[in-house]
């Protein structure tokens, strides 16, 4: 039964204060959290925070390296790097958390419903999703970033469509050992509709491991994207997007190292820090870990 | 937990075995001398961004695939060198002579004996008929730049005679052309499919054969032990080596892991010219890239708005900070050292005062247009970008979309575009490819006329100057030509770039020819 | 014997998801806006010839009927012939696979003899320094964008030190082994070619190490909490009660039973390893099927796009069904229906 949680009992009130205190046990997870408000606020704060306009093109001044004026040096058309982090962020960022929260919301509806209904229903579905599951993600993402045209929405779809059946399965297989457990039996017997044990009974306590795996994808969304826009199916130009800037930084890689390392770097610290968040939500809410 | 205590025991102890080998094995490797195969004098390294796609004659139009494909097969007609520098010029190689009837549709040619393939077979007009025939037949891309409904005859076994509906002016030229190889008749004779033979095999007589191909890694030539030709080879094996990253050819050049290294970016060769044991081979080539402007549909279909963009761009940005000196401003279609150039058409300048002229006098307002381009070329980015600041500047926002470039290609072929990037290199050495091909309305679409340019006078112009057979009275065509379509601001012309190749210093011989890019004369070559 | 439900079961399964394999990739791969006989009619192309090349690839036809052409040629085992290289698929997939296949494996190797012991030591010593450490290298792991790490590394060792070579799996100079497995380290040792089998490691080792890298944070974590649980259980402290040494309860009796859980994991890893691959073959310059997948969607050569994932599917539904047999072989406790 596992996955059945610390949510089962008590009111939100006693879990967050319990998040709390196991946050503070935690170094590790409290310098995630910490990485990811740093770099929310720039990211959120570009319009402030970056000294340049990052689509300014300054041919005079292509490629130079890092100074006082340009703390991470320019790029081939003289843009300032640093504020094209920054801005960047807004689309590498963003692509991470909505990736995660879209794929995590759809699939675990889907995966609660068929859960839930069972039968033929439940049979399709999982068939379908192993089907899907089964195409080379990479092909898959590729192709269909490709199919729809390369922007940035479009590989944010791409990538989301192929994550939904990870939490199709996940979901349904919560669902599934839950609705076994004797309360919710108890439940049917007062009489309660479908509806109302989906929403309230499962749905809570499928929660925890759902929260998890979308924690841990927000890192993983992002390097995705990141790769993506590698390939150049991602934000196009002039839009700044860290996974872009690595691709066209390769070709000055060996004089002008800044153009790689610093948007390669912002992927970095900003994937660690989501992970080390995801491994410490992980930590508080896996009853499994509860060394007895 | 017997079963599993037994088991995990011996496991455990496999796992320590394996740890010593691996401890065994790193040390091996990290104390082992730095073998680097600096390749030895008689071998030549180059290396290239991609693997060659087919090396079959008449279906490759990519200039990747000829670099291998070249020096493995002999044409009717070859470059001359003229002092020591490729000319535009042909000379028999595989024809000894040639005549033309006096209405120019027939052409005999009597050739050269002594030429044999790599089997040893003869080359004779039977092997000439053979590739002219099969080239047609299938019809693909090479097949292109010959007149259509081309007849072969062997007349007999040193005369081959071809016929055409039309004179083609230019007919001679293209026999030197990579599609216009001899392929040995033999590979009929192997069975099975010849095309799938062809693609990854070479059948000519040129001065090197293809060895071997490890795809994705790497191809060996090696000399044709039947050459007859006068370009004698004088290394023993030339390998082709497929770098995919920039980055690494570059240091595989520095390190002596490359003789040769193809498609580096202007910066990483300025960067290179300082390096030890390095030089950068630099010349002038026929290779333009100009921007397309859509004049058969949306904003740009009117003239005074493609004269704004004319004179908005700024070329000296361009040409100093992108392609860092390396290009030569184009101030018409015909580049530098393509006969028809015409050097008392204006050089473009920006002018933005009046670009905006021209554009209050399209009476189109303040217009947004969509540039589309993709990475083919590294340096059609920062243009975009230029050109994109560039008109903001006078009030015309521009939108750019990057697309891969089979998507681009489409979308050019449909005119889904108001403005696109590209580059253009003769297939032969003919004004007719940069003025024909550019601005003939049947030839609309990605076949040439990329931005859809109609002018029924510079047509009539066009097809007569392709069928004369006096240059000068050609010449004055193409003059006339290239006032018009100045004057109607057809594309945007940019730069002929300088043709750019990474070497080692003990690289010698290397002879630049513009019609052939990518191609080494490895056969004139030594270290 | 009672394994032949399961695998009937699966075979089955085997047969749907091909089919449905092949038909995702069909219809998005069409849907993807560009011809490809113009691209290999080339630019300067008349519409005729592109007309003809696109009849010879049987692209005119209605999208039904070439689907039902490539089915039931799929049935023969006939995936078709590549647009871009004029070979028939099969042949391209065998010529590239095992590159990409040793490549995952070695990585997948290294990832595991680094990674099992930090998990280990990791739940052992759980959140002290040890633990810490080890946490912070898998975290590191997993949040590096391969393609910069693989970058980063061919300038450090290849350029400053020279210590490995910066790409491709041998020196030009020398011939690779016969073509027994078509994994250069195997068919060298095989015909025992030991100046071929160094060399090939030494290309190797880098971009192994990049892929490897982030599985080894994935299979770091992975033992980690499979050993958190199994140090929990009752048997753990009574073996320790019996007086046996910390190191022989650890690595004689909680370690194979975490690792019966972890191995459907390690046989995941082996499918995202082959993901990734196709970057790190990219920065690499190793000719397997990730680099070639890449062309073959820019070049919108369908078959080849096709070819490839029906075969990767077919792959990883034979791989799933290999582990879920070895789950039950390992553990005699797992009985019945899936």
Known sequence: ?292 | MHKFTDRRASLSLLRRHVLAALVAGAGTVAFSPAVFAMAPKDTLVIGKPADPQTLDPAITIDNNDWTVTYPAYQRLMRYKQVDGKGSTEVEGDLAQSWKASPDNLTWTFKLRPGQKFADGATVDANAVKFSFDRLMKLKQGPSEAFPPHLQVTAVDPMTVQFKMEEPFAPFLYTLANDGASIVNPDVAKRGGDIKAYLSGHTAGSGPYRLVSWQKGQSLTLEPNPHYGGSHKPHLRKVVVKIVPEASSRRLQLQKGDLDVAEELPVDQLAALKKAPGVKVAEFPSLRVTYLYLNNKKGPLANVHLRRAVVDAIDYKGIIDGIMLKQARQTRGPIPQGMWGYDANLPMPAQNLKKAKEELAASGEGHPTLVLRYSTQDPNWEPIALTAQANLAAIGVKVKLEKLANATLRENLDKGNFDISVGNWSPDFADPYMFTSYWFDSSKGGLAGNRSFYSNPQVDTWLRKAATLSDQSQRVALYTKVQEQVTRDAAYVYLYQKNYQAGMRKDVKGFVFNPMLERVFNVADMTK | ?338
């Open chain 3, 1 to 338: 014997m009672s394994w032949l439900p399961i695998v009937k079961k699966r075979l089955f399964s085997l047969v749907l998801v091909v089919i449905g394999v092949s038909l995702i990739t069909f219809v998005i791969s069409h849907l993807i806006p560009g011809d490809p006989a113009r691209l290999i009619a080339g630019e300067r192309a008349t519409p005729a010839i592109v007309a003809h090349i696109r009849h010879q690839l049987g692209l005119d036809l209605p999208l039904y009927e070439q689907y039902w052409h490539y089915l039931v040629r799929l049935a023969h085992g006939d995936l078709g012939m590549s647009i871009r290289t004029h070979r028939p698929v099969l042949q391209d997939i065998r010529a590239f696979f095992p590159a990409t296949l040793e490549l995952a494996l070695v990585a997948l190797f290294l990832a595991t003899l680094i990674g099992i012991p930090l998990g280990v030591l990791s739940a052992v010593y759980r959140n002290k320094t040890v633990d810490q450490v080890v946490r912070t290298i898998s975290v590191t792991g997993i949040s590096t964008p391969a393609f910069w790490l693989g970058l980063g590394l061919i300038v450090v060792f290849y350029g400053r030190l020279g210590w490995f070579p910066g790409g491709g799996r041998l020196d030009q100079g020398l011939a690779p082994p016969a073509d027994i497995t078509g994994f250069y380290l195997v068919d060298s040792l095989l015909t025992g070619n030991i100046p071929v089998f160094f060399n090939a490691l030494k290309h190797i080792v880098l971009p192994a190490f990049t892929l490897g890298f982030v599985h080894l944070g994935i299979v770091a974590r992975q033992i980690r909490s499979a050993m958190l649980e199994q140090l929990g259980e009752d048997y753990v402290r009574t073996a320790r009660a019996f007086g046996l040494s910390r190191m022989t309860v650890v690595v004689h009796h909680a370690l194979p039973n975490a690792l019966i859980p972890s191995i459907t994991v390690l046989g995941l890893a082996l499918g995202d390893l082959l993901y990734g691959a196709v970057l790190t073959e990219t920065v690499f310059g190793w000719p397997g099927m990730g680099a070639y997948v890449v062309e073959s969607i820019q070049a919108l050569d369908f078959p080849a796009v096709m070819g490839f994932a029906v075969v990767v599917s077919f792959v990883y539904v034979l791989l799933n069904l290999v582990i879920d047999l070895l789950y039950r072989w390992i553990d005699p406790r797992i009985t019945g229906v899936s």
């Open chain 1, 1 to 292: 039964m596992a996955g059945v949680s610390v949510l089962v009992q008590g009111s939100w009130r006693d879990t967050l204060s319990r998040f709390a205190y196991q946050l503070k046990k935690s170094p590790m997870t409290m310098l995630g959290l910490g990485i990811i408000v740093v770099v929310l606020a720039a990211v959120a704060g570009a319009g402030w925070l970056a000294p340049y306009d990052p689509n300014q093109i300054g041919l005079v001044h292509r490629l130079a390296p890092p100074s006082a004026q340009h703390w991470f040096g320019t790029d081939e058309v003289g843009r300032d790097i640093f504020s094209r982090v920054l801005f960047g962020g807004r689309q590498s960022v963003g692509v991470g958390l909505f990736v995660a929260f879209a794929s995590s919301i759809v699939g675990s509806a889907a995966g609660c419903f068929s859960g839930v209904m069972g039968g033929r229903v439940d049979s399709i579905v999982m068939r379908a999703m192993d089907v899907v599951l089964s195409v080379p993600s990479l092909v898959l993402t590729m192709a269909l970033a490709a199919a729809l045209g390369p922007s940035l929405f479009n590989a944010m779809l791409a990538i989301t469509i192929v994550r939904i059946p990870f939490y199709v399965r996940l979901a349904r297989g919560q669902t599934l050992g839950i609705r076994e457990m004797a309360y919710v039996k108890a439940a049917r017997t007062f009489g309660a509709t479908r509806r109302h044990i989906v929403s309230w009974h499962i749905a809570r306590n499928a929660l925890s491991p759902i929260i998890v795996q979308t924690t841990l994808d927000i890192g993983n969304a992002i390097l995705m994207a990141a790769a993506l826009g590698f390939i150049g199916l991602g934000a196009q130009q002039p839009t700044a997007e860290w996974g872009a800037m690595v691709a066209t930084g390769r070709n000055y890689l060996l004089d002008q190292w800044w153009y790689t390392v610093f948007p390669g770097f912002a992927i970095l610290i900003t994937a660690m820090g989501f992970n080390l968040l995801g491994d410490g939500v992980r930590d508080m809410l896996d009853p499994r870990l509860k060394v007895k």
